[in-house]
């Protein structure tokens, strides 16, 4: 699994399913990846994906200004799943995590890290 956040806000903490993603600074990812995804025999069947929204302090004051957030959203895997495509290396698909807004996560795949990026 491989993290993009477009948002201002670090995440902490995020799973999908029952399986932990990792963390991902503001307007970040793609440089690493988790391990693994397994176990789906359905891909069309949703899944919760839950992050928390870490903590901001003023610079100057160190007073918090956001406390953590924690959110959870149903994602979708991409129509067909990861394994959708004859290409046999799309069976070490990386499925990429987005964190869109800060309501809002989708899930894609990529053949590389670095590819979520584009998603």
């Known amino acids: ?10 995440a902490v903490n995020i799973f999908v399913g029952k ?18 995804f397994p176990g789906v025999k359905d ?10 929204w870490g903590w901001e302090e003023d610079p100057k004051t160190k007073a918090v200004t956001k406390r953590d957030e924690s959110h959870t959203a149903i994602a ?3 129509s067909g799943g990861p394994h959708s495509d004859t290409d046999e290396y799309k ?19 990529s053949l590389s890290r670095s590819g979520c990026a584009n998603t």
Not at 1 to 10: A, C, Q
Not at 43 to 52: C, E, G, L, N, Q
Not at 91 to 109: E, F, G
Request: hydrophobic share 40%; with cysteine; aromatic share 12%.
């Open 76 to 78: 979708h895997f991409p």
């Open 19 to 36: 399986y932990w993603a990792g963390n991902v600074g503001a307007r970040e990812g793609g440089g690493s990846a988790v391990c693994c």
């Open 1 to 10: 699994m491989v993290l993009i956040n477009h948002t201002d806000r670090y």
């Open 91 to 109: 069976d070490n698909a990386y499925l990429c995590v987005v964190l869109r807004d800060l309501d809002t996560v989708d899930l894609a795949c």
């Open 43 to 52: 891909w069309s069947r949703p899944v919760d994906a839950k992050w928390i």
